[in-house]
């Protein structure tokens, strides 16, 4: 059973420019979770899906964000318009359904932006 | 609103030494589950442990203790006899299952470095 595979591993691109990442969960997973982490901090709460449908966005997910889960599989998490403040770590989990399962994390896509 | 503390940046320990990292936790939610993440240089965070509020017993894996206290809200992590493979950033979370959301809202972590 593969882990949860996140796309690319590492991205610079300059200020202004879009970018898209991708996740692929584990294969059972019902429940697809975006995250983003900066340095020194624990991780922060961005959207979730459960199968295609985006149930939850965070207040953090600016308009110059959006994801989507269009098959139910894997996700994908865009970026507009890139600023300095963008550069984190973009984490992806994935879990079961059900209130105590846990959430399962890829290695992340590291942003800088130049 | 939920909130996770977790009051020690950083600890440095000599290996074979134990350790107890804490975490404090708020929320109004009776129904929730907290959890521990270990995420190593490489980065991967790993699930370590997870606990509803109506389980208060504490649990023992290998090396690795926690202790759950619902009256000081704290989910403390013991790790007895640490090991150079245990340095690593713990991170202690919280899920509030009666509300409906489905984040996990972390603390801020704290490093562990174990010296050889």
């Known amino acids: 059973d593969t882990g949860v595979s996140q796309d690319p591993r590492h991205k610079i691109t300059k200020r202004g420019q879009n970018v898209t990442f991708r996740c692929d969960p584990i294969?059972?997973?019902?429940?697809l979770y975006w995250y983003r982490q900066t340095l020194g901090q624990g991780p922060e709460f961005l959207t979730y899906?459960?199968?295609?449908?985006?149930?939850?966005k965070s207040r953090l997910l600016s308009d110059r964000f959006s994801a989507e889960r269009p098959k139910g599989s894997f996700s994908t998490l865009e970026i507009q318009r890139t600023e300095q403040g963008d550069s984190a770590m973009y984490l992806c989990?994935?879990?079961?359904?059900?209130?105590?399962?846990?959430?399962?994390f890829g290695d992340g896509t590291r942003l800088s932006i130049l | 609103a939920q909130k996770v503390t977790q009051a020690q940046t950083e600890i440095s320990v000599v290996e074979k030494e134990d350790v107890t990292l804490d975490c404090v936790y708020e929320t109004r939610d009776t129904t929730y589950y907290l959890f521990w993440y270990k995420q190593p240089p490489s980065g991967e965070l790993v699930f370590l442990i997870r606990?509803?509020?109506?389980?208060?017993q504490n649990e023992i894996s290998g090396r690795y203790s926690w202790n759950f206290q619902k009256s000081t809200s704290s989910f403390n992590f013991t790790i007895t006899a640490s090991q150079v493979v245990d340095s690593a950033v713990y991170f202690c979370a919280l899920s509030e299952a009666g509300t409906g959301r489905r984040a996990l809202t972390f603390g801020s972590g704290t490093r562990l470095q174990v010296q050889p």
């Open positions: 294969s059972e997973h019902n429940r």
């Open positions: 606990r509803n509020s109506f389980d208060e």
């Open positions: 899906f459960q199968n295609e449908a985006q149930l939850e």
């Open positions: 989990a994935s879990s079961l359904i059900g209130d105590n399962q846990p959430q399962h």
